[in-house]
Structure formats: structure tokens, C-alpha cells
């Protein structure tokens, strides 16, 4: 081969070598990108059927419930909205009532929101960023009342108020 | 006073630095060997004075100084005295003093033993690295200062992030810290070669056993990481293709395309200028880690707005830096004329391509970890990939690569033919198929294609991996081994490395059985052949933290084989809760229980996960890092040698 043909050889391969990889990185980030909502924007717009979400908000006070097993159930709401969720595994060790979450999973048919996996943070307030921008106010508190005392502990408090819609 | 003190060695650190960082490159420029000497003699002194200040904050936490905002952060009267001294690296100011610790040992180092330098080159490689500490210096001087007093001075510290109160936790950021700073050294060489136009062997051979040794440390660094992250997360993942991770593991897989382009760029003279890139962008790919990490912005975006004078200064250091990096590649690299020709049948053709799919996989993997980032900074949406976008494109671009590496060594330079070719990897890949397909089989009684695919590609690269010895020892015997430099060894054990590393994976991938369960004293549960059985949970007290310790009693076949004591700690300071596992293990496989949480009626929940051949990814990991070192340490690299090789030089530079 001369140098020129190896040239082009080595640039054909390398086009050819980036745009499978390109490819590849296409397909996959399509399958596998996730979008973040709020159970407000969950209500206000369809979700795809069978899309898999994130979904991040706070664990409501007293929604708490433990079925068979290792069978959860509790709410999760912003200040507008809340969503039924239902999730059967370990929950994280910071998993606290009245503290933000991040959920992933898929919207059932019947509304309630099956979680694969329930993710919290390794620190007390935490809130999930995403959905700290939309709550937060800038002096740093939630800007809906209901949350704004932080609930400690995992007892379920004696709700006042059971779930609101 | 101490702290002060502490405070005053990094000020005049920055003024040392600052001198190593001009003056040499004055000296060079004058052709005044007095000012290109101040490099070495700056380099030292930078080096002390930074030990100095590091050993100023370790004291204050030693001696529990309250008044020291970063010490009451991240330590507490009752923290052992070991997390006490690994705590000054524990958060983001001390980290960064760390950062430039390590970066003026490298830079002490190479004042020391590249003696052999001619001195032009040497003062240029220093003042490079003078330059780098400037910049980081000034970062810690003027954003994240560890001395900072604070008043009123609290009665007690908010004590160390729980997660990381563990033996690995206390190397790992050390480890990680030397290779991602090692780069700099190939760096700085890259940059060197970049100004006085000298790249020949001798160059590759300068810069080749500074980057395989900062390779070793960030492979040791992330195998001892991924083991930390096993132990101690409580999940029993090992990798999460999380974005921290993806920081260190994208400078590794282009710091792995460098250390054997090198090889070629020292053999045959070819592939400089794509040598000297891959050296600025392992770098690069160093401090974007940097700046993932240390901003804030993968936590959020947002993050970046809370503290922004960092996030922004890192990221003016990184255009900085890579802009004149960059610049200069483009003004000086098409100079660099190769030594000869390239056949793609040949050891450094299918070294090229090797290095072309590492830097593609480290590409993807860049692209997953920013995009989500910029999407959001844009504010597109917000979304996330997840590792199923990191596994589907990594691994098609990963197992070719394996392929390569195999067969790369039964190729030898120049160029090579397939008739001479076949004969040498003809048995090899008979065996690696036969094996490949009845290792599932013999193991788990049962054959997934994905299984075989991964069984081959390790055995492949096992056998190949000794095949330089073999025919040393069939064409010599005794004296043929024992003629094998250290160099070709420590390719060897890296390669047996990366084999036992893809068998590791391929299996705890595919045979892995994770159960989460829920047990109340004296139930068990079943995983695979194995009985696990909860005895008790009883309280224990630790230094700073109370445990709940759960006894599960692992069976098979009505025989014990492991007493289990997982743990779940709440530290006192924080009210932090952990989870520490409980792990019996052979090298075939894994039992992992950790305990959950308490639920009612005195039931636990518990996640017990078996994994098969787990513990081979990470002797893998050690592996590959014990061929660095026998290859950094082979002694053609000790010789004092330099022998001019005009070749590669820029018409019209002095050299």
C-alpha cells in the first residue's frame, strides 16, 4: 500500500469505528434515557405507556404501609399533587416519611406508580435537586407548609391529615 | 498558631511554585543553565513546604482543634484516630491539599531521578509541573482553604461522613489522587516535546515509566474503590457506572491507549503526535474528574450556583490549561514525521487499533456522564442514563478489543503474515473455544451464549498472555525465562489480569442470584444451593457509633459453611445510618448478607446475594497493577542513556 492509501484505510476504519460507536451510544441513550417529574407534572401530562420514569418528591407523613413481605406502599406529593406508590424491596437506609425522594419506575394502569427502585440520599434534609429548584424557596425552606416541619424517625406520625388530593 | 503556620508554608509553596514555574522556562529560552537548574532545587522545596502545611492540618486533627472550620466538619472526639489522620483527605479542602501534596511529590520525583535528563528537557517538564501547582495552589489559597478558623468554636465536630470510616476509604482517595496526578508527568513531558520538538525513543522512554506508574495507582485506585463500594454501600454492587466512577475511569482507559502507544512511539518511531495527544487528554480527562467531583455539578447542576467561585475557577484553570495544550499541539504537532511505515498486520497496527477503541469506549462513556448535564444546564429536561446506556455500549466495544489483545502478541513488529500467525494462536483459540463453552456448563449447569462469548475472550487472553514466555522457554528452555526482561513480564501479568478480569465479570454479571428478603429470628431463606438462616440480632456498641449485629448461619447440603455478622451501625454525631456486610468468600464465589431495616414483629430485612467468581475482578484489578510495576521498574529505564536521535527534531529549534 502506498501512504496514501493507508491514510485513507486509517481514516475509513476510524469514520467507520466512530460511527458504530455513535451508533451504539444513539440506540442505547434512547432506550435507557429517563425523564424526572414531579407528581404534578405526572398529573398534568400523560406519561408514555410503559415509559420508565423517575419520579421525586416527598414521602407524605403517615402514608406508610407495609404489606406481605417486603411489600410497600406509601405517597409521594410536591405541594400541588401526590401519587400512590407502590414498591416491593429494601427501602434506603435514609428512607424517612416527610423526606425527598427519587423513584424509578413505570405509571400502572390504575395510576399508582410501581417503583423498581427507591433512592434517598446519606444526609437528613435531603431533598432531590431536581426537585429541590421547584419547592425550595431561596431562604431554604419548602415553600408549602406541610413539609416545612422535618418529620425524624420512621414511626408513622398520627397524620392530620391522611393524603391530599 | 499551628494552622497559620500551615497556612503560611502554602503561601510561600505558591511563591516556590511560581518561581519553578517561570524561571526554568527563562533558563531554556536564555540557554542559562544556572535558571534552568532553579527547577529541581523549586521542585524540592515546593514539595517540603506543601509536606509541611499537610502535616499543620493532619496535627489539628489529631489534637481534635475545634477552631479549625474544616476539622470540626469532618471529625469528632470520638473518631479513632485513624479516620482522625484519614479525614484531612475525607472532604473537598483537605482532598485538594492532597491533590497538590501529591503533585509536588511528582514533581519532587522527577527532579531526583530523571538525572539522565538532558537538562533542557527536565526544566521544561518541571516548570509544566510549577505551573500546574500555581494553579492549584491559588485554587486552595483563594477558594477552599482547609486553615480557616471559625468563631464561635464549636463544642464538639460534626464528625467524618460515615460512608467513609472504613480501612479502603483510607487509601482509596490517596491511591486514586497518585494516578490521576501522575498524569501530569506525561503531561508535562507531552508538553515538553511540544516546545523543544524532540520526540524520539529516548523521549518515549523518559515519559513510559512515569505514566505506567501513575496508571498503576489509578488501577489500584479504582479496584480498591469498587471493593470499598462492595463492602460498605451494602447494595453488593460493585460497579455503578456512577458519574464519580466514570471520572476515574475515563483518564484509565485513555491512560491505557497511552502507555502502549508509547510502546510503539519507543519501538518504531511511529504514532508520535497521537502519542503526545493521548498524553493532554488523559490529563484532561484528570481534571474534568477534578471538576465533576469537586464542583458540586453532579450532584445538580444547580450545586454549581451554590459555591460558584470554585466550580467556576476550576473550569477557567481547565480552558487554561488545555487551550494553551491544545494550541500548541496544533502549531507544533504536524512536525512530528514518522519513523517509517505502518502495516495494519503488525504489532503496532493492531496496537493502533486497540487504542482507537479505548479512546471510543472512553469517548461513550463521556457522553453519557456530560450529557445529561448539559442537557439540564440548557434546561432541556432533566434526565439521567443509567448503567443499561453505559453496559450496552461498553461492552460491544470492550469484547473486539479483548480480541486484539490476544492476538497482538503472537503478532511481532514491523509486519507480520498470516501463515506465520495462524500456527502460534491456532491451539490457543481451540482451547479458549473449548473451554470457553464447558466452563458454564461445569460451573453452573447452564449455558448462556453471553457466558461462552466471555468464557472465550478470557481464556484467549490467558493463554495469549504467556505466549512470549512460552516460546522464549520452547526456543531456549531455562536460560530463555530467566533472559525475559522485567518489561515483557509485566506485560505478561497485566495481560493474565485483564483475562482474569473479563472471566471475573462474565460470570458475577450472568450467574449472580440477589434476593432480597424478609426473616424473623430462626426462618431462612434459600439462594441458589445455599440455606440461609437469621439466628439473632443482639445490639453492639462501637467507638462512635451503636449496632445492631445480626448471626446468620449459611448451609449447604446441612453442612456449615459460614457464620455471617452483618451489621447496621447509627453513628452518634449524625444519626447516620450504615450498612456493613457480612461476606464469605473463596475465589469461586460470594456470599454477601447485609443487614436492611428492623420491621415489625422483629423481622429484619435482608439482602443476601451469591456471586460467583466476584473476587476475580479485582485480583484482575491487582494484577494488571503488579504488571505496571514490573514494568516500570524493568531496568532498561534505570540506565542512565541518552543518546541523541536527531531524527525527530524540528528543523530550526536548538535542541
Given at each position: 500500500m502506498t501512504k496514501r492509501q493507508q491514510r485513507m484505510t486509517a481514516v475509513a476504519a476510524l469514520v467507520l469505528g466512530i460511527g458504530v460507536a455513535a451508533a451504539l451510544a444513539f440506540t442505547a441513550f434512547r432506550k435507557n434515557m429517563m425523564y424526572f417529574y414531579t407528581p404534578t407534572d405526572l398529573v398534568a401530562q400523560a406519561v408514555p405507556a410503559g415509559a420508565k420514569i423517575r419520579l421525586g418528591g416527598l414521602v407524605v407523613a403517615g402514608t406508610l404501609q407495609r404489606g406481605e413481605g417486603l411489600d410497600v406502599r406509601f405517597t409521594v406529593a410536591d405541594c400541588e399533587q401526590s401519587v400512590p406508590v407502590r414498591y416491593s424491596g429494601i427501602l434506603p437506609d435514609l428512607f424517612r416519611e416527610g423526606q425527598g425522594i427519587v423513584a424509578t419506575g413505570r405509571v400502572g394502569p390504575d395510576g399508582v406508580f410501581m417503583a423498581d427502585e427507591v433512592l434517598a440520599k446519606?444526609?437528613?434534609?435531603?431533598?432531590?435537586p431536581e426537585l429541590a429548584e421547584k419547592l425550595v424557596a431561596a431562604d431554604g425552606?419548602?415553600?408549602?407548609?406541610?413539609?416545612?416541619?422535618?418529620v425524624m424517625g420512621r414511626r408513622p406520625a398520627i397524620a392530620d391529615r391522611p393524603s391530599q388530593s | 498558631m499551628i494552622p497559620e503556620l500551615g497556612h503560611f508554608a502554602l503561601l510561600a509553596a505558591l511563591a516556590v511554585a511560581i518561581i519553578q514555574g517561570t524561571f526554568p522556562f527563562v533558563g531554556v529560552w536564555r540557554r542559562d543553565a544556572r535558571l534552568m537548574a532553579v527547577g529541581v532545587s523549586a521542585a524540592q522545596a515546593q514539595f517540603v513546604l506543601i509536606l509541611i502545611a499537610y502535616a499543620c492540618l493532619t496535627w489539628a486533627f489529631v489534637e481534635r482543634d475545634w477552631s479549625v472550620a474544616y476539622v470540626a466538619a469532618n471529625a469528632h472526639s470520638q473518631l479513632p484516630l485513624m479516620y482522625r489522620i484519614s479525614a484531612v483527605w475525607g472532604a473537598h479542602e483537605g482532598s485538594m491539599l492532597l491533590w497538590v501534596l501529591i503533585l509536588a511529590g511528582w514533581s519532587a520525583a522527577v527532579s531526583l531521578f530523571s538525572r539522565s535528563l538532558p537538562a533542557d528537557v527536565q526544566a521544561q517538564v518541571l516548570a509544566v509541573l510549577g505551573a500546574l501547582a500555581v494553579g492549584f495552589l491559588l485554587f486552595i489559597l483563594l477558594?477552599?482553604?482547609?486553615f480557616d478558623r471559625i468563631f464561635p468554636v464549636p463544642e464538639d465536630g460534626r464528625d467524618l461522613?460515615?460512608?467513609?470510616?472504613?480501612p479502603g476509604l483510607v487509601i482509596h482517595p490517596p491511591l486514586l489522587y497518585m494516578g490521576y496526578v501522575g498524569f501530569s508527568v506525561a503531561f508535562a513531558f507531552a508538553i515538553a516535546a511540544l516546545i523543544g520538538g524532540r520526540l524520539d525513543a529516548a523521549w518515549a522512554r523518559w515519559t513510559r515509566p512515569w505514566t505506567t506508574l501513575a496508571w498503576l495507582f489509578l488501577t489500584l485506585g479504582i479496584t480498591l474503590g469498587s471493593w470499598w463500594a462492595y463492602h460498605?454501600?451494602?447494595?453488593?454492587?460493585?460497579?455503578?457506572?456512577d458519574p464519580v466512577e466514570n471520572a476515574s475511569f475515563m483518564p484509565w482507559l485513555v491512560g491505557t491507549a497511552l502507555i502502549h502507544s508509547l510502546a510503539v512511539t519507543e519501538k518504531r518511531g511511529l504514532l508520535k503526535s497521537w502519542t503526545v495527544l493521548l498524553a493532554i487528554l488523559a490529563f484532561a480527562l484528570s481534571l474534568l474528574g477534578t471538576f465533576l467531583v469537586r464542583s458540586g455539578v453532579l450532584v445538580s447542576v444547580h450545586a454549581f450556583a451554590t459555591d460558584p467561585a470554585r466550580g467556576v475557577f476550576i473550569l477557567t484553570f481547565l480552558a487554561v490549561v488545555l487551550g494553551i495544550a491544545f494550541a500548541l499541539y496544533a502549531w507544533r504537532?504536524?512536525?512530528?514525521?514518522?519513523?517509517g511505515e505502518l502495516q495494519w498486520l503488525s504489532r503496532e497496527g493492531l496496537l493502533l487499533l486497540n487504542n482507537v477503541f479505548l479512546v471510543i469506549a472512553a469517548a461513550a462513556v463521556l457522553i453519557g456522564t456530560l450529557y445529561p448535564l448539559v442537557i439540564d444546564a440548557f434546561g432541556l429536561g432533566k434526565i439521567s442514563v443509567g448503567p443499561p446506556y453505559f453496559n450496552a455500549v461498553f461492552i460491544p466495544l470492550t469484547a473486539p478489543l479483548v480480541l486484539f489483545v490476544g492476538l497482538a502478541s503472537a503478532v511481532g513488529w514491523k509486519r507480520a503474515r498470516w501463515p506465520e500467525v495462524w500456527p502460534r494462536i491456532r491451539l490457543a483459540l481451540f482451547i479458549a473455544l473449548g473451554v470457553g463453552v464447558c466452563l458454564p456448563w461445569l460451573l453452573h449447569r447452564h449455558i448462556q451464549p453471553a457466558a461462552v462469548a466471555g468464557a472465550f475472550l478470557a481464556l484467549w487472553t490467558l493463554i495469549m498472555a504467556c505466549e512470549e514466555p512460552w516460546r522464549r522457554w520452547r526456543a531456549r528452555g531455562r536460560r530463555g525465562i530467566a533472559q525475559i526482561p522485567r518489561a515483557v513480564w509485566g506485560m505478561t501479568v497485566a495481560h493474565i489480569g485483564l483475562g482474569v478480569w473479563v472471566l471475573g465479570l462474565t460470570f458475577v454479571t450472568l450467574y449472580h442470584i440477589e434476593r432480597d428478603v424478609r426473616l424473623g429470628p430462626g426462618q431462612s431463606a434459600e439462594v441458589g444451593a445455599y440455606r440461609f438462616e437469621l439466628q439473632s440480632v443482639t445490639p453492639r456498641p462501637g467507638p462512635n457509633y451503636d449496632a445492631d449485629q445480626a448471626l446468620v448461619v449459611v448451609t449447604r447440603d446441612a453442612e456449615v459453611i459460614a457464620r455471617l455478622k452483618p451489621e447496621r451501625r447509627r453513628y452518634r454525631a449524625q444519626g447516620t445510618v450504615m450498612t456493613e456486610a457480612a461476606v464469605d468468600h473463596t475465589p469461586l464465589r460470594d456470599l454477601y448478607v447485609a443487614l436492611a431495616e428492623p420491621l415489625e414483629g422483629g423481622d429484619w430485612a435482608l439482602r443476601i446475594y451469591f456471586k460467583p467468581m466476584m473476587r476475580l475482578v479485582w485480583l484482575g484489578g491487582v494484577l494488571m497493577a503488579i504488571g505496571g510495576l514490573l514494568a516500570a521498574s524493568d531496568r532498561r529505564y534505570r540506565l542512565a542513556r541518552w543518546a541523541a536521535h536527531p531524527a525527530a527534531r524540528i528543523d530550526g529549534v536548538p535542541a
Open positions: 446519606h444526609d437528613e434534609n435531603y431533598m432531590p425552606r419548602h415553600s408549602c407548609a406541610e413539609f416545612s416541619r422535618p | 477558594t477552599s482553604n482547609p461522613n460515615p460512608l467513609l470510616q472504613d460498605e454501600l451494602g447494595w453488593g454492587g460493585w460497579w455503578f457506572w504537532a504536524p512536525r512530528f514525521a514518522a519513523d
